[in-house]
T-cell receptor, first 115, second 114 residues
Framework: GDSVTQTEGQVALSEEDFLTIHCNYSASGYPTLFWYVQYPGEGPQLLFR?????EKGSSRGFEATYDKGTTSFHLRKASVQESDSAVYYC??????????????FGQGTSLSVVP | NAGVIQTPRHKVTGKGQEATLWCEPI?????VFWYRQTIVQGLEFLTY????????DSGMPKERFSAQMPNQSHSTLKIQSTQPQDSAVYLC????????????FGPGTRLLVL
C-alpha cells in the first residue's frame, strides 16, 4: 500500500538555523503530496501541497519540491524561528480510485527551536 | 467561520463503557473524515463520508467501532466496549468534497480508557 517515511523523529535547532526534514513516499502514479503542521492542542493544518513532478510548494518561508525521480518531498526553511516549534507531517493522497480521498501520513517530526 | 468543531475535547471512560464522539464539519463542506492519532501508530485514516453517505471505511476496526452521518451538520464516531488500546486523539476533518480540495482538521477529542 501507499506509505510515507519521515527520517527525523525529532529535530532541535537554534533560531536562524537552516531546517531540513526528509520525506520519501511510496505510491503509484502521481499522488498529491502535502506538508501539515500541528501545534499542541490543535489539529493538523495545511502548510502547502504539490501535485506534479518538480512543482514547488511554499508557505511562511517553508518550501518543498515534488521529486518523482527520488520519490521525495523534503521540507526546508532557511531560517527557523521559535514560533516554528511544532510537529510536521508529510502526507500523500493516493490516486487509486478505491482510496482517492484519504490522507496517508508519515510518522511526524517534532521540531524544537530555541532562542 | 468556526472551523471544524469536535466535542467533547476530552473524554475519560472505564473499560467496557461506550464512547460517542461528535464532529460538526465546516458549513458547506460535503466530505467528512475521521482519523486516529497515537504515539505508536501516528495518524491513521478511519473512515470517510461524502454527502452523508459512507464512502470508505477501510481504516475502521472491524469490531466495536462505527460511524454515522445522519445529517450534513454532524457526524458521530461510536466505540462500544472501549478498551485501553482505544486511547487516542480522534480527529475529524472536512472538505468541500471536490477531488483536489484541502482537508481542514478539528482540534480532536482526546479519549482515555482506564
Amino acid at each position: 500500500g501507499d506509505s510515507v517515511t519521515q527520517t527525523e523523529g525529532q529535530v532541535a535547532l537554534s533560531e536562524e538555523d537552516f531546517l531540513t526534514i526528509h520525506c520519501n513516499y511510496s505510491a503509484s502514479g502521481y499522488p498529491t503530496l502535502f506538508w501539515y503542521v500541528q501545534y499542541p492542542g490543535e489539529g493538523p493544518q495545511l502548510l502547502f501541497r504539490a501535485s506534479r513532478d518538480k512543482e514547488k510548494g511554499s508557505s511562511r518561508g517553508f518550501e518543498a519540491t515534488y521529486d518523482k525521480g527520488t520519490t521525495s518531498f523534503h521540507l526546508r526553511k532557511a531560517s527557523v524561528q521559535e514560533s516554528d516549534s511544532a510537529v510536521y507531517y508529510c502526507a500523500l493522497r493516493s490516486i487509486a480510485s478505491s482510496s482517492f480521498s484519504k490522507l496517508v501520513f508519515g510518522q511526524g517530526t517534532s521540531l524544537s527551536v530555541v532562542p | 467561520n468556526a472551523g471544524v468543531i469536535q466535542t467533547p475535547r476530552h473524554k475519560v471512560t472505564g473499560k467496557g463503557q461506550e464512547a460517542t464522539l461528535w464532529c460538526e464539519p465546516i458549513s458547506g463542506h460535503s466530505a467528512v473524515f475521521w482519523y486516529r492519532q497515537t504515539i505508536v501508530q501516528g495518524l491513521e485514516f478511519l473512515t470517510y463520508f461524502r454527502n452523508q453517505a459512507p464512502i470508505d471505511d477501510s481504516g475502521m476496526p472491524k469490531e466495536r467501532f462505527s460511524a454515522q452521518m445522519p445529517n450534513q451538520s454532524h457526524s458521530t464516531l461510536k466505540i462500544q466496549s472501549t478498551q485501553p488500546q482505544d486511547s487516542a486523539v480522534y480527529l475529524c476533518a472536512s472538505s468541500l468534497g471536490l477531488n483536489q480540495d484541502t482537508q481542514y482538521f478539528g482540534p480532536g477529542t482526546r479519549l482515555l480508557v482506564l
